[in-house]
């Protein structure tokens, strides 16, 4: 069931709020950049997404295909969310981070499902061999 949260970067210049069913679960990635960052996503389409504020704070990095924007406050650090297009994925999308949304108990992390993909060999449907380090 869709229930509304909201989330924020460290230091709180930004700031958003988000329809999302975590039924549908959240996800895991062994790609270069969702490793290395141990990222915990959860993929709403962007008319579930609003940015509250921090607009102007946000960096974005993009690579390889440049499909996905990779946003960060420019000034804490963190990434709360990042956006996209991949048609491969079901088109356009926000990824937020799990570990931003502010309204979530610790209770209601750990029952989280959780999909593990094999973004580094592009078998993004797949979970890899080994994903217990993600």
Same mark, same amino acid.
């Given at each position: 069931m ?5 989330g924020s ?5 930004v ?15 062994n790609?270069?950049?969702c490793?290395?960052k141990?990222?915990?996503?959860? $993929?709403v389409?962007?008319?579930?997404f609003?940015? /509250?504020s921090?607009? #102007?704070? =946000?960096g974005d990095?993009?690579?390889a295909t440049k499909?996905?924007?990779h ?9 709360a969310f990042?956006?996209g ?6 088109g ?5 981070s799990?570990?931003?949304?502010d309204?979530? $108990? ?7 499902? /959780?999909q593990y993909? #094999?973004? =580094? ?10 994903h217990?380090y993600l």
């Amino acid at each position: 069931m869709k229930k509304t949260y909201h989330g924020s970067c460290h230091c709180g210049r930004v700031r958003f709020e988000a329809d999302i069913d975590f039924d549908k679960g959240t996800g895991r990635c062994n790609c270069t950049i969702c490793s290395k960052k141990r990222a915990w996503n959860v $993929s709403v389409k962007p008319d579930a997404f609003r940015l /509250i504020s921090g607009k #102007d704070d =946000l960096g974005d990095y993009q690579f390889a295909t440049k499909q996905g924007h990779h946003r960060f406050c420019r000034n804490c650090g963190v990434t709360a969310f990042g956006d996209g297009d991949v048609k491969e994925l079901g088109g356009a999308f926000v990824s937020i981070s799990v570990a931003a949304i502010d309204d979530l $108990s610790p209770e209601e992390l750990e029952r989280l499902p /959780i999909q593990y993909s #094999d973004g =580094l060999h592009n078998n993004w449907m797949n979970p890899p061999k080994h994903h217990g380090y993600l």
